[in-house]
């Protein structure tokens, strides 16, 4: 890849996320009063976060069952109202544990 179109690449994903941004800033001029359009943007950084994550979780470990052990372990341990750290902490241990089991089977 030259210079030129690493320049060119790098201008449009700029615009376009600048774009993406400043538009609504720009059309929407008074508060959202829609119950439901107001619902809906609440959500959207979480459903976006999590299409982002759950692919890099399954395909981050050896086999797609200690991907699932992991991410089951972060899930109820998140449900019952544990931190960030405790439910990282327990899920990697998780993992440790499937993978380590799983070579021996």
């Known amino acids: 890849?030259?210079?030129e179109?690493?320049?060119?690449y790098l201008a449009l994903m700029a615009g376009s996320t600048f774009l993406i941004r400043a538009i609504p800033f720009v059309l929407v001029k008074k508060k959202i009063e829609n119950i439901y359009i107001r619902s809906f943007l609440t959500y959207i950084p979480y459903?976006?976060?999590?299409?982002?994550?759950?692919?890099?979780?399954?395909?981050?470990?050896?086999?797609?069952?200690s991907a699932a052990v992991g991410l089951l372990a972060a899930v109820l341990m998140s449900v019952f109202g544990f931190g960030l750290m405790p439910v990282?902490?327990?899920a990697c241990a998780a993992v440790y544990v499937t993978e380590w089991v799983l070579t021996m089977v």
């Open 5 to 8: 179109t690493f320049f060119i």
């Open 47 to 65: 459903a976006v976060l999590t299409a982002m994550t759950l692919p890099a979780i399954l395909y981050a470990t050896e086999s797609l069952w």
């Open 88 to 90: 990282a902490v327990v």
């Open 1 to 3: 890849m030259t210079h």
